[in-house]
């Protein structure tokens, strides 16, 4: 029997089949591989992650600002001013005004104004070598007389001025018949009769008019009686002899500025309530100098 021929057609059609079925095997293999590899780069965190916060816009009326409360005086604004106490005096034809200044510390001063305190010549006696001022009159309209310590020694003097402040002389009578704080000893207020013991121990702002004395004790005004003292009014910060009464400026809560207290209490509301304070009256009118300020008012 005869052979049948072979068909090389069929034979490479079987292998092209069994090419083509292995490069899809590979490929579907790679792209699994791929599919894999991605998924098993990312790394989840299982930490939990922070609530996130937000600001929220309140839509409430607001508060208003409260008032504030003016406070009462105290123990501190009360005590003796030392260095810094301050003196005023009128007359008819001038007004003086000074800081009392410590021997061998800080330097006093004295002024004087001719229009109503408006302006201000230093009339400080610094060439006799002036330490510390201790009071200030006026007299003769328009001189003064000081009771100051002088020259390296401190000396006591009384001293006055008849060129309205230009130049001054030392006057051993003036000194015997004035008042003041003995500064050696600030318990003791020196008179033309005695050397009468303060009701504290360091008496200031003495001021005398006629037959009145009166004098401040931690924030207490006291008037002279013969031989002893009696309290007047308390929370002080200056006083000054009117006639057989007398005037006090006294920091209060019921006034942005200082009191005045007369007959009636005042508010001098454009006055200063800090610092030290020198009143005097004038023609009807309180002269105030506080702090920076220089005001008056109708005395009370």
């Known amino acids: 029997m005869a052979q049948a021929p072979r068909n090389p057609n069929g034979t490479r059609n079987k292998w092209l ?6 490069v899809l095997a590979i490929a579907v293999i790679a792209l699994a591989y791929v599919a894999i590899t991605q998924t098993r780069g990312t790394v989840i965190d299982g930490t939990p ?4 916060t937000f600001t929220t816009k309140s839509t409430a009326t607001p508060t208003a600002t409260p008032t504030p409360t003016i406070a009462a ?19 008819s034809g001038a007004i003086w005004r000074g800081t009392a200044g410590a021997c061998g510390g800080a330097a006093p001063s004295l002024e004087r104004s001719t229009d109503g305190g408006t302006t201000w010549n230093d009339v400080t006696p610094r060439y006799l070598g002036i330490g510390q001022l201790l009071s200030v009159e006026a007299f003769a309209g328009s001189e003064a007389q000081i009771v100051a310590r002088m020259g390296d020694d401190c000396e ?11 130049f001054w002389a030392p006057y051993d009578e003036v000194l015997a018949a004035s008042t003041y ?22 008496a200031w702002g003495v001021r005398t008019e006629g037959d009145t004395t009166s004098i401040i004790c931690d924030g207490t005004a006291y008037t002279l009686s013969g031989q ?4 007047a009014a308390s929370t002080v910060m200056a006083v000054e002899p009117a006639g057989q009464a ?30 030290p304070v020198a009143i005097a009256e ?9 702090a920076d300020t220089w005001v008056s008012v109708p005395t009370p």
């Open 17 to 22: 089949s069994i090419a083509l079925v292995a």
């Open 49 to 52: 992650r922070p609530v996130p």
């Open 73 to 91: 005086p105290t123990t501190a604004t009360l005590v003796a001013p030392g260095a810094n106490e301050r003196f005023l005096a009128v007359g």
């Open 156 to 166: 006591l003097q009384a001293l006055r001025t008849f060129t309205q402040g230009q």
């Open 181 to 202: 704080v003995d500064p050696t000893n600030p318990a003791a207020v020196v008179t033309p009769d005695a050397e009468i013991a303060a009701p504290c121990a360091t």
């Open 228 to 231: 002893s003292w009696q309290s």
């Open 246 to 275: 007398f005037l006090t400026a006294a920091a209060d809560a019921s006034c942005p500025g200082l009191v005045i207290t007369g007959t009636v209490p005042v508010c001098a509301d454009a006055a200063s309530s800090t610092g």
């Open 282 to 290: 004038s023609g009807g009118d309180t002269l105030i100098w506080s």
